[in-house]
């Protein structure tokens, strides 16, 4: 009756994966399988960008009867703008992935990050997969194929024992655990176009358990892979948890905070240490909506910085150590219901523009 | 039966002006006066921030009979989030100097730009306030006194000769100039608590003009400051324009449009000049709205990067030159609909970092 949360790398039962240097990037490895030994259950969600990649078209696809048996994800093209060529392409891969480790072409699920609107090396592709190294259960290498600007490699792994789980709603309890987690982050406010979570479960481990411990272990798993995300966004030297609370409306509260993990002049006031609490006032007044922002109060590391209209005595230089860690916790409470909503974003830094200036 | 547009610092005829270093700044001149010789009728819009700075709430107050003298500016704080100390403070700005240059105390505009939620050092200005240097027709001290982040400063002037004005609608002729210029730009996709514009009319030059010259050279006048206000956006070394045409409603246009100009993705690829048009469709993919991105077309100075659901063929070299010019043009065709919506922006630097990360 235990749930047991640790970050270790091992595969679960029955997963093999195997990756390798394709040539979609100079040199690092570019592609990788995770393949499962019988079918799974999955669960997949996909951006909500109306410009969406090839493969997540070829995916949902794929997905539509609820199985799947093997993903195949490749960095350094993101196979998105590329008409039905896109489409028809993110299709082969799908069938010559199949075709290498001999499963059924519309049970591979496909992801590809990387720039949009370049065509796929097919040729190259057609050519190297031949040469996909033996599936194992060493997940190193798969980790590394699947970066982008990735600075770090990202994954973990849950235990939940005990109990006993009834029925099955993979898609439900994904959507709950994305909504929380994956849904909140921000790096810069921007969309991706290939973003896409998948849920597989092929049920080997032979352990049931009931569906509240399963519950907690996928939320677990993606809210730490989503603060992991931002944690390591472009540039990032830490991470702005906001949340808004007291407000009428949820979609309100949610609307406020993302638009503080969002906002430039927060985001370099991270950065620069600054308990420029004028920012985040002038941030939550930008927004149109039915709440009054003379009864907010502003909440910076602990410290009470705007309360009843008028800035409350803090203590700067405390206040200003603090946000020297690595993380900085902003709270704007609106006092006027019970909606609260966190978002995580991370500071902007010189870094995030030197990176996304030459990143073409 | 002409207008001509120049731009020199003469100040209109019957207006006076002086600044001087009141001591908010530690040492540039950071206060000045524009008085009118003659009560004004005036035009006065402020942001549509909720959390506006008390000067504009004193201002909004001051205003409300249609009439005013002069302009009392400071830079350096902001008088924004001082609760009602603060609306006292600006009131009493206004009185000192109505009291130093002999007008009405409600005849007096404030306005303040800086820091949010510092007191006002009143002590001073009450100190200072009599040491206003005697008003003058030179503008160019004035102009100094009133920058924050600027690097230039920003003036213009427009002679409007001949014909015959009828009628007085002020502010319904600066609510469409600003809409169509001011409230287009954007430095980063934040909104200020202190912004506001005024217009006043002392009627002294004593030529009427017909109201249509009149508006073209408002519009004029706005736009062209408008464009230097993003010129000079902190750490910016390239303007971009961003145009929403063929959508289906004015909003969306807008919206879209806004939205290019403030992605922190675009912003660095206009300073990488990166023709990475990718980045155009995923910002425009994200957003929500009955619009299909299967039908948009993608042009960037000039060059037609994407159209009919694929990559077009551009010239690489030549687009890449341009980009290394002082503005980007983006034109994002939804082919939808007849409404158009220009915005201005400014590309994103580690200047920008540099300068918000230590701005507090």
Request: proline share 2%; net charge positive; charged share 20%.
């Amino acid at each position: 009756m235990t749930t047991k949360f640790c970050t270790t790398t091992n595969l679960p039962c029955g997963f093999t994966t195997s990756a390798m240097h394709i040539g979609f990037k100079r040199k690092r490895l570019d592609f990788a399988v995770v393949k499962s030994e019988t079918l799974c259950n999955i669960a997949l969600m996909v951006t909500k960008n109306k410009f969406k990649g090839a493969p997540l078209l070829a995916s949902l696809d794929h997905a539509q009867n609820g199985k799947a048996q093997a993903i195949a994800v490749n960095a350094g093209n993101a196979n998105a703008g590329n008409g039905l060529q896109g489409i028809k392409d993110a299709k082969e891969m799908a069938y010559l992935v199949a075709k290498k480790i001999e499963i059924f072409n519309t049970d591979v699920i496909v992801a590809s990050t990387g720039i949009i609107g370049k065509p796929m090396p097919m040729k190259v592709f057609r050519k190297q997969i031949t040469d996909l190294p033996p599936l194992n259960t060493n997940f190193t290498q798969t980790e590394q194929a699947i970066l982008t600007t990735d600075t770090k490699t990202k994954s973990i792994s849950v235990t939940v024992c005990g109990a006993v789980i009834k029925g099955r709603t993979l898609k439900q309890m994904l959507k709950t655990a994305v909504d929380q987690s994956f849904n909140g982050i921000s790096v810069d406010g921007e969309m991706s176009c290939n973003d896409m979570v998948v849920l597989m479960a092929n049920g080997m481990n032979k352990i049931s358990v009931k569906q509240i411990y399963f519950e907690q272990a996928l939320r677990y798993v993606c809210l730490n892979l989503a603060r992991m995300i931002v944690e390591d966004g472009e540039g990032a030297t830490k991470v702005i948890e906001a949340t808004v609370a007291g407000a009428r409306r949820a979609g309100m509260a949610e609307k406020l905070a993302r638009s503080l993990t969002t906002s430039p002049l927060i985001k370099t006031a991270a950065y620069g240490r600054s308990p420029n609490w004028g920012r985040i006032a002038a941030r939550i007044g930008a927004e149109n909506g039915n709440f009054s922002v003379e009864k907010m109060e502003i909440v910076m590391n602990g410290h009470c910085l705007y309360k009843n209209g008028k800035t409350s005595k803090f203590h700067t230089d405390r206040l200003v150590q603090s946000l020297g860690g690595k993380s900085v916790s902003i709270i704007v409470d609106l006092h006027q219901g019970d909606k609260t909503f966190t978002a995580y974003g991370c500071d902007l830094t010189e870094q995030y523009v030197a990176i996304n200036a030459a990143y073409s």
